[in-house]
């Protein structure tokens, strides 16, 4: 999280302070108590009550039956256009990779508590994978999933978590949230992540975060487990950090 601005002029530091909240809410994964958005902005508490304020009057925040608060309704279509066009700035950066291991491509966005794949290009096999771009995952037990959730802190993790729950889909899924943290702390080790057959028997899915990105990002490669192969392991790590970076590119 970038840190608020302490010169220029009240309405410039108010826009600044502003969006410091809106990242914070955005990283989180999950609802957020005010105390918590004071600790995790770094902002005075007042200027946390004021700025929520002004942001709920406007729909960007919502307060929660709970007085929790989370991201509101106006940053839906912001996210849903900034989303789209990070897609089709992706696609032939997808496109290569996707020619390079032959199989199927996906990029994937935090979405609250759970991914949203925002560009997918199909591998040139007759059988591949196939997941439409808009449809939302689970952390937990996909390879997107879980190259997101290692870019988080522990806390954050947590909550979403807890959030989404986290349904067994396959006997190799991880439900525990202990295990789960675990695991996350070697994918920070190994520099990607690995989804075999947790989230649909026969399918392996490897990922690696996108560096740099604004929302947690996670670009993967999926297909068989008959075809991506541990052995093939390096090499697919190899060319998504290459296309990762370029895409990262896209932030700067």
């Known amino acids: 999280m970038r840190p608020a601005s302490s010169g220029g002029s009240n309405g410039v530091q108010s826009i600044d302070r502003a969006f410091v909240l809106l990242d914070v809410l955005a990283q989180a994964g999950s609802a957020m108590a005010a105390n918590e958005l004071v600790t995790a902005s770094g902002l005075p508490q007042p200027t946390v009550h004021r700025l929520t304020r002004t942001l709920m009057e406007s729909g960007h925040v919502r307060q929660l039956d709970n007085r929790r608060y989370t991201l ?93 729950a986290t349904p067994r889909l396959t006997d190799r899924t991880l439900v525990d949230i202990e295990e789960i943290l675990e695991e996350l702390e070697k994918i920070r080790q190994a520099g990607y992540a690995d989804s075999d057959e947790e989230q649909e028997v026969g399918l392996r899915c490897i990922a690696v975060a996108v560096p740099g990105a604004p929302t947690p990002a996670a670009i993967s490669l999926s297909g068989p487990t008959y075809r991506l192969t541990p052995d093939r392991t390096d090499e697919a790590v190899r060319h998504l950090h290459s296309t990762a970076q370029r895409v990262s590119e896209y932030f700067s």
Request: proline share 4%.
């Open 72 to 164: 509101g309704p106006r940053l839906i279509s912001l996210g849903e256009g900034a989303a789209r066009m990070l897609g089709a700035r992706a696609q032939p950066d997808l496109a290569v990779l996707a020619v390079e291991i032959g199989e199927t491509t996906k990029l994937a966005l935090l979405d609250g508590e759970r991914a949203v794949y925002v560009a997918q290009v199909p591998g040139r096999h007759s059988m591949r994978m196939f997941t439409e771009v808009g449809r939302r995952v689970y952390l937990h037990s996909t390879g997107v999933g879980k190259a997101i959730l290692a870019q988080l802190p522990a806390e954050s993790v947590r909550r979403a978590l807890l959030a989404a």
